[in-house]
């Protein structure tokens, strides 16, 4: 069954692949859309030879949507520092989703157990104890129950 939808499956890329002629396309955009095509063809069609590779990339776009919906509400940052405080918090929060640690109690935990001042003094342990792997063994109260 696999074999013949692969089979299918390649018999259409191939067609597509046969309608990237810049004979066949006048517009400048229609040319551009061939020449970016044609380059990128390889990458789009990885999939066909590794199954480990998704067909879309839906996660990754999911993952981007709370940062930017962020940005178009509060209108981004406004200094450099700022953007990069964002970036560090939604890494840390997506990080936490990830490994289904509720992101709340983990930052709770994270910022009333080091104050600021002592972050500097942190032992290789302390700070190996915030790894996601390593936390969710420490903390189980605060994984995420699904």
């Given at each position: 069954?696999?074999?013949?939808?692969?089979?299918?499956?390649?018999e259409?890329?191939?067609?597509?692949?046969n309608?990237?002629?810049?004979?066949?396309?006048?517009?400048?955009?229609?040319?551009?859309?061939?020449?970016?095509?044609r380059?990128?063809?390889?990458g789009l069609?990885?999939?066909?030879?590794?199954p480990?590779?998704?067909?879309?990339?839906?996660?990754a776009?999911?993952?981007l949507?709370?940062p930017?919906?962020?940005?178009?509400?509060?209108?981004?940052?406004?200094?450099?520092?700022?953007?990069?405080?964002?970036?560090?918090?939604?890494?840390?929060?997506?990080t936490?989703?990830?490994?289904?640690?509720e992101?709340?109690?983990?930052?709770?935990?994270?910022?009333?157990?080091?104050?600021?001042?002592?972050?500097?003094?942190?032992?290789?342990?302390?700070?190996?104890s915030?790894?996601?792997?390593?936390?969710?063994?420490?903390?189980?109260?605060?994984?995420?129950?699904?």
């Amino acid at each position: 069954m696999f074999e013949a939808f692969q089979k299918q499956l390649q018999e259409v890329l191939e067609k597509m692949r046969n309608l990237m002629n810049p004979d066949v396309y006048r517009t400048k955009i229609h040319l551009a859309q061939i020449k970016s095509m044609r380059h990128h063809w390889s990458g789009l069609t990885l999939f066909i030879s590794d199954p480990e590779i998704p067909l879309d990339n839906n996660l990754a776009e999911r993952a981007l949507r709370t940062p930017v919906v962020g940005r178009k509400n509060f209108y981004g940052n406004h200094s450099d520092r700022a953007a990069e405080s964002t970036a560090i918090f939604y890494s840390v929060i997506a990080t936490c989703k990830l490994h289904k640690i509720e992101p709340k109690k983990f930052l709770k935990r994270y910022l009333t157990t080091y104050t600021l001042k002592e972050s500097h003094a942190l032992t290789q342990e302390q700070m190996e104890s915030f790894l996601p792997h390593k936390y969710a063994r420490i903390y189980p109260e605060d994984i995420i129950k699904s």
